[in-house]
């Protein structure tokens, strides 16, 4: 499936582009004209040098973190996941945090992040005094223990 996306590119961004065929997410980029030192335990917010409008209002473009970042560096998002609305017209940005015990450095153009487009639904919120019943009930936190 497919969306028509306007780019509009912000200083030093560049259009994202799928890696390969089966990619579900672009790479973001470091749109920086220099070196950005990220110390252990440490954020940074890295502007990618673009701002998009989707042709429709029921998706949202996530940012998600680079999983050979997050595995070989430490490196992940600050807040999780970054959720871009379909009315967001400003600079996408990504906030990074350093997990790891040594310094980082994003390069000028690095891949810092990734960016995929989901369909999003709204939810309409009924008051009850009680819920349906299910065989989990209200266990969580490791209610179901941890072993296969």
């Known amino acids: 499936m497919k969306i028509d996306v306007k780019i ?20 973001l980029c470091a749109a920086t004209k220099e070196k950005i030192i990220l110390p252990p335990g440490e954020r940074v917010l890295v502007p990618t ?3 998009i ?6 998706v949202v473009a996530v940012v998600a973190a680079r999983s050979g970042l997050a595995i070989k560096h430490g490196i992940s998002l600050s807040n999780g996941i970054g959720v871009i609305d379909s ?3 400003g600079e996408i940005c ?29 939810a309409n919120f009924i008051k009850a005094a009680n819920l349906d019943e299910t ?6 936190f490791g209610s179901t223990g941890i072993k296969g």
């Not at 065989?135 to 969580?140: I, K, L, T, Y």
């Open 8 to 27: 509009k590119l912000c200083g030093a961004g560049k259009v994202p582009t799928y890696a390969t065929v089966g990619s579900a997410a672009v790479d």
């Open 49 to 51: 040098g673009i701002a």
């Open 53 to 58: 409008s989707p042709e429709r209002q029921d």
């Open 87 to 89: 009315d967001y017209r």
């Open 94 to 122: 990504v906030g990074l945090i350093n997990n790891s015990n040594k310094d980082f450095t994003i390069e000028p153009s690095d891949r810092i992040a990734q960016l995929l487009f989901m369909p999003v639904y709204t």
């Open 135 to 140: 065989d989990r009930g209200a266990g969580g």
